[in-house]
């Protein structure tokens, strides 16, 4: 799957379970004199505001990457300065309940894509869910996509860096039978992949 289709996928997912979002692709940043630019950017009102700021990696990026260091510098440049941009700055809000951004960073459900993520597992494990931008409270995660061959509204992921860690047992039931991912699981080196 190329980054294009990802895309796609989570402009059509966003626009099907969510009222008026407002959604950017390739949304350029420009904070403290770094530049950048997110895959997907999107402003939800829950009623609060709530970002979120897409980082999608498919087979392409991942053998162009010199290794999982080169993709999480790069997700953490995104998360450090997308936000200090005046354009996309988060405000503090005193009824806020949960987090004011998600940073989010997901693979394609590839072969390539599982083999990366499986390979360097504990680098990715060891991204904080939780985190601050200034005042702000954010959420983050390093996560497989799933449900991207169904309806738009089935779009989902799999964290890697939440509570059920690549590859454990718990991470192993919630892949949906029959998906792309749990066919690149299976296509995987059983060294690296361990399946019940």
Do not use: W
């Not at 997912?13 to 008026?20: C, F, I, K, M, S």
């Not at 979002?21 to 004199?33: F, N, T, V």
């Not at 991207?148 to 799999?158: H, I, K, Q, R, T």
């Amino acid at each position: 799957m190329r980054e294009d289709d990802l895309a796609t996928r989570i402009v059509d997912h966003y626009e099907a379970v969510h009222d008026d979002p407002e959604i950017r692709l390739e949304e350029p940043y420009d904070a403290e004199g770094r530049r950048g630019v997110v895959d997907v950017y999107v402003r939800l009102r829950t009623p609060e505001r709530v970002d979120h700021v897409v980082e999608l990696k498919s087979d392409a990026a991942v053998r162009r990457a010199t290794g999982a260091n080169e993709v999480l510098r790069q997700y953490r440049r995104m998360e450090r300065y997308f936000h200090a941009d005046e354009t996309h700055r988060l405000r503090p809000k005193l009824d806020r309940t949960g987090p004011g951004a998600r940073y989010l960073l997901f693979f394609a459900p590839t072969p390539t894509c599982v083999h990366h993520v499986a390979t360097h597992r504990t680098l990715y494990a060891s991204v904080d869910p939780t985190g601050t931008a200034g005042d702000v409270p954010i959420a983050r995660t390093v996560g497989l996509l799933t449900g991207v061959d169904g309806a738009p509204a089935d779009l989902g992921y799999l964290s890697v860096n939440g509570d059920a860690p690549f590859g454990s047992a718990a991470f192993l039931e919630s892949v949906p039978e029959g998906s792309r991912l749990a066919e690149s699981l299976r296509a995987v080196d059983d060294d690296l992949v361990e399946l019940p």
